[in-house]
């Protein structure tokens, strides 16, 4: 069964507005670690944000958010004012607190339009 | 940030050939991962390591072998290449309950 699952594969969105994107994950850990990535147009895969399960609060980078509804085991990435830039493919991504593994989900497409 | 340096950046290889992809991390994390990608589809791990002399097996390690024989480095070894390994390689490292940092990615095709 896949541990993490990204249900919307593609999203477009015009430029300066909010986007959010899904994902849904399972464990049954208590502890784990949740991330989203971005893989630009070049290939490369960069680190975007970061939620740690024992934390309620939401984290926050720049113009990215998230929205971690743990008794969903949800975690939605929010852009907002999103740019051109920000066309790429992101990936929803779960650690579980005694394994080092990390289980990736299948990825959402975002195209920002002008 | 995570310096992840992967060797080479492209390969054409021969079916039945052997292929060694090489990766090197310099931020001294004790964990390294290596993933495929191919189009449409998410990473897969194929193999990882939590130190100089261990590797396990990921969700698809059949017809790969990696070795770490230190800690900066890790290899994964495809003794007999075939089209369907045809893909793109990625290796990441990372410490334990953090995130990982990838590396550029390594497009192989074997024909």
């Known amino acids: 069964a896949q541990k993490v699952t990204q249900t919307q594969t593609s999203i477009s969105v015009m430029e300066k507005t909010t986007v959010t994107m899904d994902c849904v994950y399972e464990?049954?850990?208590?502890?784990?670690?949740l991330f989203w990535y971005k893989q630009t147009a070049s290939g490369e895969i960069v680190f975007l944000i970061r939620?740690?399960?024992?934390?309620?609060e939401n984290a926050t980078v720049g113009h990215y958010s998230l929205n971690f509804q743990k008794p969903k085991s949800s975690i939605g990435l929010i852009i907002t004012a999103t740019q051109i830039e920000d066309s790429a493919v992101y990936f929803c991504a779960m650690r579980e607190g005694n394994n080092n593994r990390i289980f990736f989900g299948d990825g959402t497409q975002l195209v920002v339009k002008p | 940030e995570a310096a992840v340096t992967q060797s080479p950046r492209n390969k054409v290889a021969v079916t039945g050939g052997k292929v060694t992809l090489s990766c090197n991390q310099t931020n001294n994390h004790n964990n390294m991962y290596w993933y495929r990608q191919d189009t449409g589809h998410g990473l897969r791990l194929i193999h990882y390591s939590y130190g100089a002399g261990s590797t396990e097996k990921g969700d698809i390690p059949d017809g790969y072998k990696a070795s770490r024989p230190s800690q900066e480095n890790f290899s994964l070894i495809l003794e007999l290449a075939t089209p369907s390994q045809t893909s793109v390689y990625f290796c990441?490292?990372?410490?334990?309950?953090?995130?990982?940092?990838f590396g550029k990615g390594t497009r192989l095709t074997v024909v």
């Open positions: 464990t049954q850990d208590s502890s784990y670690f």
């Open positions: 990441a490292s990372g410490e334990s309950y953090t995130e990982v940092f």
């Open positions: 939620q740690d399960s024992y934390k309620k």
